[in-house]
């Protein structure tokens, strides 16, 4: 799981500066996607960690 989330990570960096240098006219709305989806992905990690140190 943290695999797939660091690769998520550096998917969505390497896009984002793509878009960037490429002056993408709607970056900020990619941003708040980008920023949610991080987020989403951190809770389903803290969500599995704490599913497994149950007894």
């Known amino acids: 799981m ?3 989330f660091a690769l998520q990570g ?3 960096i390497v896009i984002m500066l793509s878009l960037w ?3 993408y006219p709607d970056l900020e709305h990619r ?3 980008l920023a949610l ?5 951190v809770n389903v990690l ?3 960690c704490g599913l497994q140190t149950l007894p």
């Not at 989806?37 to 992905?41: N, R």
């Open 10 to 12: 550096i998917v969505e």
């Open 46 to 48: 803290a969500l599995d």
């Open 37 to 41: 989806g991080l987020f989403l992905s």
């Open 2 to 4: 943290l695999a797939l």
């Open 21 to 23: 240098a490429s002056c």
């Open 31 to 33: 941003l708040a996607s």
